[in-house]
T-cell receptor, first 118, second 110 residues
Framework: GAVVSQHPSWVICKSGTSVKIECRSLDFQATTMFWYRQFPKQSLMLMATSNEGSKATYEQGVEKDKFLINHASLTLSTLTVTSAHPEDSSFYIC??????????????FGDGTRLSIL | DAKTTQPPSMDCAEGRAANLPCNHSTISGNEYVYWYRQIHSQGPQYIIHGLKNNETNEMASLIITEDRKSSTLILPHATLRDTAVYYCIVRGYNNNDMRFGAGTRLTVKP
């Protein structure tokens, strides 16, 4: 079945550094990918929609200069958390959907990246 | 997208059927009902989805009422590994993204 791979699965870094997370669709081309954030004991919150070859669409309240999204190819989207601070510590999850079929096709999710900022 | 309502938690005995309800009374004609689950510290896993008809796959069955205002996910023989948070989501054909509610925390007990 469709697989979405996310890397790294876990990262710890110092406050002020930038962290890049990769999301790859392994067996299908994804014109659109999605980035979610999940805090402990909460549900997933959509952060942004990543569109291949164009700018990402951010949800209200998500800082686009803080969370840089690049979708340079049909199989890869990256999320960079710039100048990360402890409050950015969270579980970041990406997803992708095969392009045809619209809402009748399921999204497939990566296994997430646990980011801890010290 | 239509919103959904799910009970916050449920218990089920191992080996018994787990029936997870979902209310989506404002669903519109072109919106699909999706079910995902999330096991601790993992990404959501797709289970099943449907539009009008009941659906079954190797993981579960989805029963959608005739008026489409509610649905039930059935895990026929729950195991301890089915303990997870189960999310019911409705999404239109033309909608791109998928938005999660609070879900139901299912605990399968020995």
């Amino acid at each position: 079945g469709a697989v979405v791979s996310q890397h790294p699965s876990w990262v710890i870094c110092k406050s002020g550094t930038s962290v890049k997370i990769e999301c790859r669709s392994l067996d299908f081309q994804a014109t659109t990918m999605f980035w979610y954030r999940q805090f402990p004991k909460q549900s997933l919150m959509l952060m942004a929609t990543s569109n291949e070859g164009s700018k990402a669409t951010y949800e209200q309240g998500v800082e686009k200069d803080k969370f840089l999204i690049n979708h340079a190819s049909l199989t890869l989207s990256t999320l960079t958390v710039t100048s990360a601070h402890p409050e950015d510590s969270s579980f970041y999850i990406c997803s992708a959907r095969a392009p045809r079929g619209g809402g009748s096709q399921p999204q497939h999710f990566g296994d997430g990246t646990r980011l801890s900022i010290l | 997208d239509a919103k959904t309502t799910q009970p916050p938690s449920m218990d089920c005995a191992e080996g018994r059927a787990a029936n997870l309800p979902c209310n989506h009374s404002t669903i519109s004609g072109n919106e699909y009902v999706y079910w995902y689950r999330q096991i601790h510290s993992q990404g959501p896993q797709y289970i099943i989805h449907g539009l009008k008809n009941n659906e079954t796959n190797e993981m579960a069955s989805l029963i959608i009422t005739e008026d489409r205002k509610s649905s039930t996910l059935i895990l026929p023989h729950a195991t301890l590994r089915d303990t997870a948070v189960y999310y019911c989501i409705v999404r239109g054909y033309n909608n791109n993204d998928m938005r999660f509610g609070a879900g139901t925390r299912l605990t399968v007990k020995p």
